[in-house]
């Protein structure tokens, strides 16, 4: 077997990519693998020494969490139905990692799928090499062949990984990636860790095939009129990879103080969330502290997270997760107390109350004010026709930045879609809260701030995977004066 570790520059021919997201980094990560000079200005590669020196500033505590996830072929029982797919070591989610804040990870993966794969993980501001882009930060993993990624967790909160090849995301390589913080307060008696999914690899089909399909027939929209309706029909909704029919249980007691942390893994599926009788009060989106609000419901978009703490009542109870602008739903169980278990048909009443949306959140530690020293204005573009999509009318792009600036992104929505747009690593400041996944509505502008403090080539695109493969994607790449 091939092994390797660290970063590896370059492009196999096997890359999974569509010709829209290959033609985007063909048009700006062929300047970083070249290392391309404007001016006296040039790129910072993954494998600069800036990248090593960014490392080293992260406080560690010299701990070392060592795994190894292998990504592999095979069948997996979603609580019925068993499906052919991808997994990491067969479970539907992965194995959760956790780790404390500082440590450092160790993932060895080992590809035995029949493609290439790689692993990003999603929301950390980790090192550049480690974040996990075949073409862009490292060599694409091919059959056969270990990579193993090493890199401080700095930042406390809930995260989770993923593949960033092709359409995998739609398929069962994911799993949560906990960090916690050591000084924070215990004020939970339980945690309970959900995953929610949309599903349909094994079920007749495939993600690659049902992008084809989307590509053949101009797209489709199934759910028009609704502004959260995705583009595919996807036959089943997972909580823990478990079907509405199936739904696993989470155990406590009566009075007592969970935390549950929400993550939406589906690739084309927003999902509103409640737990029936109970009221929720949410503590952190997307890893980051927010100042405690109370809500019937959220409503979460592909990749988003959501912390939020529940004192549970005597009894059994539902937690749902209703397919925004689709039809069905997940489901998972509270158990408190003997009691006969809701069907996979419940809606609790708290699905039609109160919603406590991004703009109402503030964070507890915002980003301090400042004029931003650059602005990129990011019009996300494109449409079902001929289903292309773009950022500023094209598949390409690189928006340059330097250390030490405090820049703006704007992201103007002029399609007739919803799009969950992600920045890899970085948190950038919204105007209450700070996320690194931030769901822009049709017809919308959403402005959001960070300090370049991490740099190396990163990532911007929508979370939809579909629209992500279709071109809705683009590069913020750090360049210095040398």
Not at 14 to 33: C, Q
Not at 128 to 133: E, L, Q, T, Y
Not at 259 to 281: F, S
Not at 317 to 334: N, S
């Amino acid at each position: 077997m091939g092994g390797r570790d660290g970063s590896g520059q370059g492009r196999h021919e096997g890359d999974r990519m569509s010709p829209f997201s290959r033609r985007a980094f063909l048009s700006a990560t062929a300047l970083v693998v070249a290392g391309c000079s404007t001016g006296e200005n040039s790129l910072v590669l993954p494998t600069d020494p800036l990248v090593n020196r960014a490392e080293a500033a992260r406080r560690g505590t010299g701990r070392t969490r060592a795994v190894t996830l292998t990504a592999t072929e095979g069948q997996v029982d979603l609580g019925g139905p068993v499906v052919r797919t991808w997994s990491y070591d067969g479970m539907l989610p992965g194995r959760e990692i956790r780790v404390g804040a500082g440590d450092l990870i160790e993932a060895r993966v080992a590809n035995r799928l029949p493609a290439d794969t790689s692993v990003h993980w999603h929301g950390l501001a980790l090192r550049n090499d480690m974040d996990g882009v075949p073409a862009l930060t490292q060599a694409a993993i091919r059959p056969g062949e270990d990579f193993t990624y090493r890199f401080v967790a700095p930042v406390p909160g809930t995260y989770w990984f993923h593949p960033h090849t092709g359409t995998q995301l739609d398929r069962g390589l994911y799993a949560p990636l906990i960090v916690e913080d050591p000084a924070e307060p215990g004020a939970y008696d339980a945690e309970w860790v959900v995953v929610l999914d949309d599903w349909l690899d094994g079920t007749g089909t495939d993600p690659d095939e049902v992008l084809a399909g989307l590509r053949r027939r101009g797209g489709h929209m199934m759910h028009g009129g609704t502004a959260l309706g995705g583009d595919v029909d996807h036959p089943h909704h997972l909580v823990n990879g478990r079907i509405a029919s199936a739904p696993l249980t989470f155990a406590a007691k009566p009075r007592q103080r969970a935390r549950i942390r929400l993550i939406n893994a589906g690739a084309d599926t927003a999902y509103r969330v409640a737990l029936g009788g109970h009221r929720m009060t949410v503590t952190h989106t997307d890893g980051a502290p927010v100042v405690p609000v109370d809500t019937d419901a959220l409503v979460i978009g592909m990749g988003e997270r959501y912390d939020v703490l529940v004192t549970l009542a005597d009894g059994v109870f539902p937690l749902v997760a209703v397919a925004e602008g689709k039809t069905g739903a997940g489901l998972a169980v509270v158990r408190t107390a003997v009691g006969t278990p809701p069907g996979p048909d419940v809606r609790p009443d708290e699905l039609r109350g109160e919603v406590v949306g991004q703009d109402e959140l503030k964070a507890t530690a915002p980003l301090p004010s400042r004029q931003p020293d650059v602005v990129h204005r990011l019009e996300l573009t494109g449409g079902m026709m001929n289903y292309e999509w773009g950022i500023n009318g094209r598949s390409d792009g690189l928006q340059r930045v330097r250390s030490g600036q405090r820049v703006r992104l704007e992201f103007r929505n002029a399609t007739m879609m919803w799009h969950p747009m992600h920045l890899h690593g970085h948190t950038f400041q919204l105007n209450g809260p700070r996320k690194d996944t931030v769901i822009v509505l049709p017809g919308q502008t959403v402005a959001c701030e960070f300090d370049a403090d991490n740099p190396g080539q990163w990532m911007v695109h929508c979370h939809n995977a579909y629209h992500a493969e279709a071109g809705m994607m683009t590069v913020l790449g750090y360049e210095e004066r040398r």
